[in-house]
């Protein structure tokens, strides 16, 4: 049973779409972190966040403590965002740790 | 202002071989993180070390390890290498913090390792 799940796994988008990829994670959390991985592999830190909204430009991440549930909303997308979409969560206790989902493969095509 | 960087970028190993793996954090980070991504599978937890010391590891042999040393750079070595072992291994650094994970972790390139 994976603690943290992504959905969808795959998504296909035209540009200009508006995106949204879901997060949802079984075991209590201290934060959650959106991660965005390019094809040669390099990974960017999107979002950290313990409640509510955060907004980056076209990027918005909310987060449900109580439902256990964050999404990531991409505003007029563009090809340039295609990337993998990851998860993680801040488990562990007193030392913490990152559990990752498996990410969202976002393809936005012109 | 330099971020992480990793060398080398690609290794080949045999099997039963060791690899180390090398990581600079950026300028005032203390907390240098591993992870591993295998082929198919998502990122995992390795190794966090702050301040010298290895503060937590994941779920992961002990022929996994490594150090960190007063510059706070870090080495990760894998011993007794495995065809499973095949994988991108990717170091982050955050700013100094009592718990991973509560502060943004700022990401490497990482490694590529093969093992044949």
């Known amino acids: 049973k994976n603690e943290v799940e992504q959905s969808p796994q795959n998504l296909t988008a035209q540009e200009g779409e508006f995106i949204t990829i879901n997060c949802s994670y079984s075991?209590?959390?201290?934060?959650l972190h959106w991660l965005q991985q390019h094809p040669g592999g390099g990974i960017v830190s999107l979002f950290m966040?313990?409640?509510g909204k955060k907004k980056h430009g076209r990027l918005i991440a909310t987060i449900n403590i109580q439902e256990k549930h964050s999404s990531l909303h991409i505003t007029a997308s563009h090809p340039r965002d295609s990337a993998v979409y990851i998860c993680?969560?801040?488990?562990?206790?007193?030392?913490?740790?990152?559990?990752f989902g498996k990410g969202t493969k976002l393809s936005v095509k012109p | 202002e330099a971020g992480v960087t990793q060398s080398p970028t690609h290794l080949i190993k045999t099997r039963g071989q060791q690899a180390t793996l090398r990581c600079s954090p950026i300028?005032?980070?203390?907390?240098v993180y591993w992870y591993q991504q295998a082929l198919g599978l998502g990122l995992q937890f390795l190794l966090w070390?702050?301040?010298?010391?290895?503060?937590n590891r994941g779920n992961f042999p002990p022929r996994f390890s490594g150090r960190q040393f007063p510059n706070y750079s870090s080495e990760l070595n894998v011993n007794a290498l495995e065809l499973e072992d095949s994988a991108l291994y990717l170091c982050?650094?955050?700013?100094?913090?009592?718990?991973?994970?509560?502060?943004?972790?700022?990401f490497g390139p990482g490694t590529r390792l093969l093992v044949l």
């Open positions: 070390y702050d301040e010298g010391e290895e503060r």
């Open positions: 966040l313990s409640s």
């Open positions: 300028s005032g980070h203390t907390s």
């Open positions: 993680a969560v801040v488990w562990g206790g007193s030392q913490g740790n990152l559990i």
């Open positions: 982050a650094s955050s700013s100094p913090v009592s718990v991973a994970g509560l502060e943004t972790q700022y």
């Open positions: 075991v209590g959390i201290s934060a």
